[in-house]
């Protein structure tokens, strides 16, 4: 389970961050940061956990008691499909990064950043944890608001757009959006630089 030993390793506001949306095939990518101010109730330290790991029903209420806490900074940043296909996955993860960062009411002293590759940050001390979502209670925070927060955002599109099943699949390429996209075809929403979506796009 996730614990504040990472966190605790720095001193001054420790932040962690996580994205949700790097492997679908349509929506954007959502970043969020997460900084505790102190360690919160006991029934959200035992219950943040991974996102994917916990229900949807549960990511949801952490979420909303976790948008209650006064001890408690977030922020959020999003990058478009239009900025997914122009800059690549990767670097428009990134750019969420910095806008989510720039959503925080105090900049933080470090960041914590699930993963590898990681960004760097002016005047902020940044650290790659692999698995991290699974280890910092800060990072696990940070991915059920992601999470959430694009869920929320596919779900709007699915009703503009109710035959791809993105309320669902929120834009995984499940047999479902596979199936609509060759009945349907590539919505604006789909990211046409990604193979699958490509390739119906430019057939050989």
């Known amino acids: 389970m996730p614990t504040f030993e990472i966190e605790l390793l720095y001193k001054g506001l420790v932040g962690g961050v996580d994205e949700a949306g790097r492997g679908p095939w349509a929506g954007p990518v959502v970043v969020a940061v997460a900084i505790f101010l102190e360690s ?6 035992d219950n943040i956990e991974d996102s994917k790991k916990i229900t949807k029903a549960k990511r949801e209420v952490i979420y909303g008691e976790l948008l209650k806490l006064g001890s408690f900074h977030y922020g959020v940043g999003v990058a478009s499909v239009e900025e997914i296909d122009r800059l690549n996955i990767s670097k428009a993860t990134f750019l969420a990064m910095k806008r989510a960062v720039e959503k925080l009411p105090q900049t933080p002293h470090t960041l914590l950043i699930d993963g590898k590759y990681i960004p760097s940050f002016e005047g902020i001390q940044t650290r790659p944890v692999i698995g991290g979502d699974g280890i910092s209670l800060s990072i696990a925070a940070a991915s059920i608001l992601a999470k959430v927060t694009r869920d929320q955002m596919m779900e709007k599109l699915a009703l503009e757009h109710p035959q791809y099943g993105w309320e669902r699949n929120v834009g995984y390429g499940t047999a479902e959006h596979q199936n609509a996209l060759k009945s349907f075809g590539v919505t604006p929403h789909h990211r046409k ?12």
């Open 193 to 204: 630089s990604f193979a699958p979506v490509s390739a119906l796009l430019n057939p050989i």
């Open 40 to 45: 919160p109730p006991l029934f959200l330290f």
